[in-house]
């Protein structure tokens, strides 16, 4: 039933609840609280502490207004019995109409001390007459829009919650409901509006919070198994002619972490059914040799390979690199990125579906119509969250056959979002770093002084290149930030002997590979830059990186550009600039001076930042989840996890023909998954 038409909605107000989500009835199913009011006691007025948001109630004995400046004042004095209290509202000249003397009401505000008298205020946020229903309970406190009113949603609420919740089926039989302690999802969602204690709210939150895990984790293990059994790949046969030449000829010998995981990788491959694999390594931890153990395996097989990157500065280092170890075994790598000239492309896309070319890299450019495959079997995806599911898709059906997917991330994610975002996929990760590598010193300063300066100086005289990086690349008016334009002039001024060069995002993509060429060719000794150099670009000599305005990045993305530095032998320094001493930078920066261990400062990012915003700019393949909370509700997603996997298995079964009904009454958690039952 659409909401409008509930008793005292109307058209006007349902179109302003519409930007809370709320259309039809149903949608309160999904509508929960953001907080609540314990109000089975009422604070008397002595009790409040000046300082804090608290509430109370009290009989209205004086109504007066005035004004102060452009403000109007409404003010009403209140008495508890005992003692008196100032209610203030700005601006709102109306409720001089509706107060009256001897009625009780319901106030909720910030405590305040009045300067001139020094007798306690409170500066109302919130307030209804005193009610049977608004006291003595505890009471819940919803997000609200323009023109809807607390007390106004509440009442809504109410009545489509009585509604709804007697039409609800329980989609979970009661064994299940037993053996995870589960409440009946009517009488969750009933509790979690209206608590009767502390005990009922958690029981429905850890029922909510499985409902919100539960059957994402079902799709995600449906496919899952669905790869596994349904999908018929391609059963490649380790034949080790090109491997070894490969392997035996390292100048160095593989970290115990490379070697299990190459070898799980070459089991999937052997495998009929298709891989799936995530392998999520730290910077630095080794990814390269995982790729060509993969690489060389299709390749013996007579299968071509294909790698795609998410910039063309990073496809085209794949590209030299692949080159490098790949031409002494006689195999044709090509490059395929947007940039090429038309004729160029066309011949390498010619190459490419002739099978001539045995290993392709390429950034998006890879899955273009125009681009067709002779024999492509494995499918290499590096720093997969900066591609969406569906050109993932494209990629592995260019092919007749069912291709092998291995998807690479030097981004440390936590266990909650790998099973989240990537639960469809096997994982293997690469804990372990190579023998030698000296760990990077990481320091927190507020600027750049004589000793930093004279730090900057002595790096260059040993040869060594430094990364300068800026958060912006133009000035803001809002935000007072040095931006890479202005500051690559200053440096170049500061430093006048060194060789300074500037790389943004708004350079054209020739320009950016020509000033990378130039600082890997060691003809720049400082490159200014923003985060473009974030990702996968490698410079061996590279031995500092000073980011100014540390506290506008996030963690995870001041770990990748950390990971940019130490690539050799070399003592390595990130110097983080910031003044900001608020608490979330403090801690933030404070992660960065005590640990390199990605996965740790994973952590912190999650927690700080939320996994919205956990990739730098909001993810649309991160689902939104009404309760459930990644970083604190781990275990429940475990749980849910495991729950998913055992009806996964078993979806014939009629007992849980009201879990897939509910499913699909969920169509936003399953796009683009045909047949979930």
């Not at 009835?25 to 000046?50: C, H, N, Q, S, Y």
């Not at 004729?343 to 002739?354: F, H, I, M, P, Y």
């Not at 008016?477 to 040095?482: G, M, Q, V």
Request: net charge positive.
């Amino acid at each position: 039933m659409e909401i409008q038409y509930i008793k005292g909605v109307g058209a006007a107000l349902a179109k302003k609840l519409q930007k809370l989500g709320l259309v039809d009835t149903k949608d309160v199913l999904a509508f929960f609280p953001t907080g609540w009011e314990d109000r089975r006691k009422i604070p008397p007025i002595a009790k409040l502490e000046i300082g804090k948001d608290q509430f109370t109630v009290g009989k209205i004995v004086q109504i007066r207004e005035s004004t102060r400046g452009k403000y109007h004042l409404t003010k009403v004095l209140l008495d508890d019995g005992h003692n008196k209290i100032m209610a203030l509202w700005f601006n709102q000249a109306y409720l001089m109409k509706l107060f009256k003397v001897g009625t009780r009401l319901f106030v909720s505000g910030k405590i305040e001390r009045d300067p001139v008298s020094g007798t306690k205020i409170i500066k109302v946020s919130q307030h209804e007459w005193l009610e049977k229903d608004n006291t003595g309970r505890i009471i819940p406190i919803y997000p609200l829009t323009n023109g809807v009113y607390q007390k106004q949603l509440r009442h809504i609420v109410d009545l489509c919650l009585r509604q709804e919740l007697k039409l609800l089926q329980e989609p979970f039989p009661p064994t299940i409901l037993e053996a995870y302690t589960l409440l009946p999802l009517a009488k969750a969602i009933w509790y979690f509006h209206y608590p009767a204690d502390e005990n009922t709210y958690r029981q429905a939150k850890r029922r909510l919070v499985m409902e919100d895990f539960f059957y994402l984790q079902l799709v995600l293990a449906i496919t899952r198994e669905r790869n596994r059994s349904e999908d018929k790949g391609i059963a490649f046969t380790f034949k080790n002619t090109l491997s070894a030449k490969y392997f035996d000829s390292l100048p160095y010998k593989l970290t115990g972490a490379q070697s299990r995981v190459i070898a799980e990788v070459l089991e999937d491959m052997k495998c009929e059914r298709p891989m799936n694999r995530l392998v999520q390594g730290d910077v630095g931890a080794g990814k390269t040799e995982i790729a060509m153990a993969a690489i060389l395996m299709a390749l013996e097989n007579n299968y071509q390979a294909a790698i795609m990157a998410p910039t063309e500065i990073l496809a085209t280092q794949h590209y030299q690199k692949m080159l490098h170890y790949l031409m002494p075994l006689g195999i044709q790598v090509e490059l395929l990125v947007g940039s090429l000239k038309a004729g160029t492309k066309a011949r390498k896309q010619q190459l490419v579906s002739s099978g001539h070319a045995d290993l392709v890299v390429g950034t998006h450019a890879l899955i273009q119509e125009k681009v067709g495959y002779d024999h492509l079997g494995l499918v290499i995806i590096d720093e997969q969250h900066r591609f969406g599911v569906l050109q993932r898709r494209a990629l592995t059906k260019k092919s007749g056959e069912v291709v092998d997917l291995l998807v690479l991330t030097a981004t440390p994610i936590p266990r909650s979002l790998t099973l989240t975002l990537y639960g469809d996929l096997d994982k293997s990760i690469l804990d372990e770093l190579p023998p030698g590598r000296i760990p990077i010193k990481t320091v927190w300063i507020k600027k750049l002084d004589a000793f930093w300066m004279k730090a900057v100086r002595d790096e260059v005289a040993k040869g060594n290149q430094i990364y300068w990086v800026f958060p912006l690349v133009e000035e803001s008016e809002k935000i007072d930030l040095r931006a890479a334009t202005e500051g690559s002039q200053q440096i170049a001024l500061m430093f006048p002997d060194v060789r300074v060069g500037l790389l943004h995002g708004k350079m054209k993509q020739r320009e950016k590979d020509a000033v990378m060429a130039e600082f890997r060719a060691r003809n720049l000794d400082i490159l200014v830059a923003t985060t473009v150099i974030e990702v996968g670009v490698d410079v061996p000599d590279a031995t500092m990186m000073i980011i100014e305005h540390a506290e506008r990045f996030g963690l995870s993305q001041l770990h990748q550009l950390r990971g940019r530095i130490g690539r050799r032998d070399k003592v390595s320094t990130c110097v983080l600039i910031s003044t900001t001493r608020t608490d979330n930078s403090m801690r933030r920066l404070g992660a960065m001076v005590e640990t390199t261990d990605g996965f740790k400062l994973a952590e912190v990012d999650l927690e700080l930042r939320g996994p919205g915003d956990y990739f730098g700019s909001k993810q649309s393949g991160i689902p939104t989840m009404a309760v459930a909370n990644l970083l604190k509700d781990e275990r429940i997603l475990l749980e849910a996890k495991k729950l998913a996997e055992r009806i996964a298995a078993d979806r014939k079964n009629p007992l849980y023909a009201g879990v897939f009904r509910r499913l699909h009454e969920q169509p936003h958690l399953y796009v683009g998954q045909e047949g979930m039952n």
